[in-house]
């Protein structure tokens, strides 16, 4: 392992590296913003899950199902309106705590940039895996997502 990145403890029984210019604080306002968009997701709160996102042209969002196919969304106005839709179709409120887990977290910090790896397992069904990918920008002090790639395990 290079001289610039260790193992440090993400959350109780999961570790994950850390490289160049990373602090603790850093790391737990990513986790954070991350929880906080998707508590607002589950709540079908829109306006709560967009201010976790960065709002431009260059924003992303992209899925592969294997029931779905896969979809690109380019830039946060693209983003909106299917997310908007969803909840509109999908109106039922969850908690966290119902509907996921998190596991094998990974979270790589460079500055005002970083990129977060997860396993979300949904709970309710119990086999419901979904692996993550989410590039982070900072934004006037806060992290925000730039960048979702979200893969459906068969």
Same mark, same amino acid.
């Given at each position: 392992m290079p001289p610039y990145v260790s193992r440090v403890m993400l959350q109780p029984g999961v570790t994950g590296d850390l490289g160049m210019g990373e602090s603790e604080a850093d790391?737990?306002?990513?986790?954070?913003?991350?929880?906080? &968009?998707? &508590?607002?997701w589950l709540q079908r709160d829109f306006e709560a899950m967009a201010s976790h996102w960065v709002q431009s042209p260059q924003t992303r969002r992209?899925?592969?199902?294997? =029931?779905?196919? @896969?979809?690109? #969304?380019?830039?946060? #106005?693209?983003?909106?309106?299917?997310?908007?839709?969803?909840?509109?179709?999908?109106? !039922?409120?969850?908690?966290?705590?119902?509907?996921? =887990?998190? !596991? %094998?977290? %990974?979270? @790589?910090?460079?500055? #005002?940039?970083?990129?977060?790896?997860? #396993?979300?397992?949904?709970?309710d069904t119990g086999d419901d895996l979904k692996r993550l990918l989410k590039i982070m920008h900072r934004v006037d002090g806060v992290w925000k997502i730039a960048c979702l790639v979200m893969m459906e395990s068969t």
């Amino acid at each position: 392992m290079p001289p610039y990145v260790s193992r440090v403890m993400l959350q109780p029984g999961v570790t994950g590296d850390l490289g160049m210019g990373e602090s603790e604080a850093d790391k737990a306002a990513i986790l954070a913003a991350i929880r906080g &968009e998707t &508590e607002a997701w589950l709540q079908r709160d829109f306006e709560a899950m967009a201010s976790h996102w960065v709002q431009s042209p260059q924003t992303r969002r992209m899925e592969a199902f294997a =029931s779905l196919g @896969i979809r690109v #969304d380019q830039g946060w #106005d693209a983003i909106a309106t299917r997310l908007k839709k969803i909840v509109e179709r999908f109106p !039922e409120k969850q908690t966290f705590e119902q509907r996921v =887990s998190w !596991e %094998n977290i %990974n979270v @790589i910090v460079a500055v #005002d940039m970083a990129w977060v790896t997860y #396993d979300q397992i949904g709970t309710d069904t119990g086999d419901d895996l979904k692996r993550l990918l989410k590039i982070m920008h900072r934004v006037d002090g806060v992290w925000k997502i730039a960048c979702l790639v979200m893969m459906e395990s068969t």
